[in-house]
C-alpha cells in the first residue's frame, strides 16, 4: 500500500490524482490540502477518508471543521496545516499540485521528513531549485516529475546516465496563438487565452500556456530537475501534442515520449515509479493518419519565453522576479485589468527594477516575492 499526501487536491493535477486512486487498490490517501473550497474539499475527504483535511483558509478550515464533525478526520488551517499535511509520518509519497511559490515551504518540509516527492509545482524548482535539489539529493529523495514534458524526459532518459545525453527536447504545442504575430495579439480576450487547443487545465497555467511563459518555467524546471546546462535545452514547437519530449544522446540517437495527452499518465508514472501499471483510457491510433509536425519557438511574438530564459542565464533571484511579476500579470490580465501583450511587458519591467540576489535563501525569495507583487501593484 502506498500512502499519499496531496497538496492542492481541488486543483485540476489534484483531482486527477484522485481519478488515478480511485481505480487503484494499493494507493490510500493520508493528507488533502487546498485553498479555500470547502465543498469540495469535504467531499473529497468523505470519499477518501484521510487522516487529515488541510484548508489554507482559515474560515474555510473552521467550517469544514464543523462539517467534517462526524467523521474522525483532523482538520488544520493556514501554512502550519499545510506543513502538518507534508510531514505526517505515514505518507510515503506527497503530491505538490499547488499553482505557485506558496508550495517550497511544504515541499522542503516534505523532503526533509525523506518523503518521496510527486512534482507538478514548478513554481517551487524555478525560484528554489538551488536549495530543493541539494536537499533531495542529501536526503536521498527522488523528485519525480508530474509534468508532462519533464514526465517524458525522465521516461526517455531509463538507465541512461546524464552525462550520456546531448540535448533535451523540450516540447511545446505553441498554444492558442501558434503561428500569430504580435499585431495579431493586441485585442486577445481572457476567453481566447483560457482555450487551450490540447491540454484541459488550472487558469493560471492555461494563460501561461497561451504566453509560452509556461514553456520558459519548464525550460528552468528541466534544468534543475535533470541537472543539464540551459545551452542543453531546445523548445521544439509540435502543436499536435504528441510527443511529449525527447532526449538526444551523444550518438545523436533521439529518445521520444508519445501518448494521448491525459495528465493521469505522468500522475500515476510518479506514483508507481519505477513501475508501470495499467492505465484506463484511449491510445494512440497509428492506423489514422498521424502527422506530426516541428517548429521553431517565435522568440519575438511570444517573448516571455525568452524573458525566462534570460531569467534562468542570470540566475540566483532572477527567475524569482520572473515567476511573481508572471503571477501578478496574469491575475491583472484574468481580472481584465491589462491587455495580454503587457503580461510579458510587465515581467520585463519587474526584472529590469531588481537588483539581483545570488543564492537566495527561502525566507528571501518569499521576500523578493512580496516585493515583486508591490512593485506591480504601484503601478496596476
Ligand atoms: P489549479 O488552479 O487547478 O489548482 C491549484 C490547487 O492549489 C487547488 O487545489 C487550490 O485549492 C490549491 N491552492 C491554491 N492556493 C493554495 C493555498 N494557499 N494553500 C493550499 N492550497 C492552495 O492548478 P493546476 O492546473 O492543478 O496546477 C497545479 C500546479 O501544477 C501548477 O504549478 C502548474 O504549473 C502545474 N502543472 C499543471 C498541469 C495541468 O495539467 N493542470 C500540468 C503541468 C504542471
Ligand atoms: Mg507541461
Given at each position: 500500500?502506498?500512502?499519499?499526501?496531496?497538496?492542492?487536491?481541488?486543483?485540476?493535477i489534484?483531482?486527477?490524482?484522485?481519478?488515478?486512486?480511485?481505480?487503484?487498490?494499493?494507493?490510500?490517501?493520508?493528507?488533502?490540502?487546498?485553498?479555500?473550497?470547502?465543498?469540495?474539499?469535504?467531499?473529497?475527504?468523505?470519499?477518501?477518508?484521510?487522516?487529515?483535511?488541510?484548508?489554507?483558509?482559515?474560515?474555510?478550515?473552521?467550517?469544514?471543521?464543523?462539517?467534517?464533525?462526524?467523521?474522525?478526520?483532523?482538520?488544520?488551517?493556514?501554512?502550519?496545516?499545510?506543513?502538518?499535511a507534508a510531514?505526517?509520518?505515514?505518507t510515503?509519497?506527497?503530491v505538490?499540485?499547488?499553482?505557485g511559490?506558496?508550495?517550497?515551504?511544504p515541499?522542503?518540509?516534505?523532503?526533509?521528513?525523506?518523503?518521496?516527492?510527486?512534482?507538478?509545482n514548478?513554481?517551487?524548482?524555478?525560484?528554489?531549485?538551488?536549495?530543493?535539489?541539494?536537499?533531495a539529493?542529501?536526503?536521498?529523495?527522488?523528485?519525480?516529475?508530474?509534468?508532462?514534458?519533464?514526465?517524458?524526459?525522465?521516461?526517455?532518459?531509463?538507465?541512461?546516465?546524464?552525462?550520456e545525453?546531448?540535448k533535451?527536447?523540450?516540447?511545446?504545442?505553441?498554444?492558442?496563438?501558434?503561428?500569430?504575430?504580435?499585431?495579431?495579439?493586441m485585442?486577445?480576450?481572457?476567453?481566447e487565452?483560457?482555450?487551450?487547443?490540447?491540454?484541459?487545465?488550472?487558469?493560471?497555467?492555461?494563460?501561461?500556456?497561451?504566453?509560452?511563459?509556461?514553456?520558459?518555467?519548464?525550460?528552468?524546471?528541466?534544468k534543475?530537475?535533470?541537472?543539464?546546462?540551459?545551452?542543453?535545452?531546445?523548445?521544439?514547437?509540435?502543436?499536435?501534442s504528441?510527443?511529449?519530449s525527447?532526449?538526444q544522446?551523444q550518438?545523436g540517437?533521439?529518445?521520444?515520449q508519445?501518448?494521448?495527452?491525459?495528465?493521469?499518465?505522468?500522475?500515476?508514472?510518479?506514483?508507481?515509479?519505477?513501475?508501470r501499471k495499467y492505465?484506463?483510457?484511449?491510445?494512440?491510433?497509428?492506423?489514422?493518419?498521424?502527422?506530426?509536425t516541428?517548429d521553431?519557438?517565435?522568440?519575438?511574438?511570444?517573448?516571455?519565453?525568452?524573458?525566462?530564459?534570460?531569467?534562468?542565464?542570470?540566475?540566483?533571484?532572477?527567475?524569482?522576479?520572473?515567476?511573481?511579476a508572471?503571477?501578478?500579470?496574469?491575475q491583472?490580465?484574468?481580472?481584465?485589468?491589462?491587455?495580454?501583450?503587457?503580461?510579458?511587458?510587465?515581467?520585463?519591467w519587474?526584472?529590469?527594477?531588481?537588483?539581483?540576489?545570488?543564492?537566495?535563501?527561502?525566507?528571501?525569495?518569499?521576500?523578493?516575492e512580496r516585493?515583486?507583487?508591490?512593485?506591480?501593484?504601484?503601478?496596476?
Open positions: 500500500m502506498k500512502k499519499i499526501g496531496i497538496l492542492g487536491s481541488t486543483g485540476s489534484g483531482t486527477q490524482t484522485l481519478e488515478v486512486v480511485r481505480e487503484k487498490e494499493d494507493l490510500k490517501v493520508i493528507a488533502l490540502a487546498a485553498g479555500s473550497n470547502v465543498e469540495e474539499l469535504e467531499r473529497q475527504a468523505r470519499e477518501f477518508r484521510p487522516k487529515l483535511a488541510v484548508l489554507y483558509n482559515e474560515e474555510g478550515a473552521a467550517l469544514l471543521k464543523e462539517k467534517l464533525k462526524d467523521t474522525g478526520i483532523k482538520v488544520a488551517a493556514g501554512m502550519e496545516g499545510l506543513l502538518e510531514t505526517l509520518t505515514e510515503d509519497i506527497f505538490t499540485a499547488i499553482v511559490m506558496i508550495g517550497i515551504r515541499t522542503i518540509a516534505a523532503i526533509e521528513m525523506g518523503k518521496q516527492i510527486a512534482l507538478a514548478k513554481e517551487t524548482l524555478v525560484t528554489a531549485g538551488h536549495i530543493i535539489m541539494p536537499l539529493k542529501e536526503k536521498k529523495v527522488d523528485i519525480l516529475p508530474v509534468d508532462s514534458e519533464h514526465s517524458a524526459i525522465f521516461q526517455c532518459m531509463g538507465q541512461n546516465g546524464r552525462e545525453v546531448e533535451l527536447l523540450l516540447t511545446a504545442s505553441g498554444g492558442p496563438f501558434f503561428g500569430k504575430k504580435r499585431k495579431d495579439l485585442d486577445i480576450t481572457v476567453e487565452a483560457l482555450k487551450h487547443p490540447n491540454w484541459s487545465m488550472g487558469k493560471k497555467i492555461t494563460i501561461d500556456s497561451s504566453t509560452l511563459v509556461n514553456k520558459g518555467l519548464e525550460v528552468i524546471e528541466a534543475w530537475l535533470f541537472s543539464v546546462d540551459l545551452e542543453q535545452i531546445q523548445v521544439v514547437v509540435h502543436p499536435q504528441v510527443i511529449h525527447m532526449v544522446y550518438d540517437s533521439v529518445i521520444a508519445m501518448g494521448l495527452p491525459d495528465m493521469k499518465l505522468p500522475i500515476q508514472y510518479a506514483l508507481y515509479y519505477p513501475e492505465l484506463r483510457g484511449d491510445r494512440l491510433n497509428f492506423n489514422q493518419c498521424l502527422q506530426l516541428f521553431k519557438p517565435d522568440l519575438d511574438t511570444f517573448f516571455g519565453l525568452k524573458l525566462a530564459i534570460e531569467a534562468a542565464r542570470k540566475g540566483g533571484s532572477a527567475p524569482t522576479v520572473f515567476n511573481a508572471n503571477e501578478k500579470a496574469v491583472l490580465f484574468l481580472d481584465r485589468k491589462i491587455q495580454f501583450l503587457q503580461i510579458p511587458e510587465i515581467i520585463q519587474a526584472l529590469e527594477s531588481h537588483k539581483l540576489i545570488d543564492n537566495p535563501s527561502v525566507s528571501q525569495i518569499l521576500e523578493i516585493e515583486t507583487y508591490e512593485l506591480i501593484k504601484s503601478r496596476w
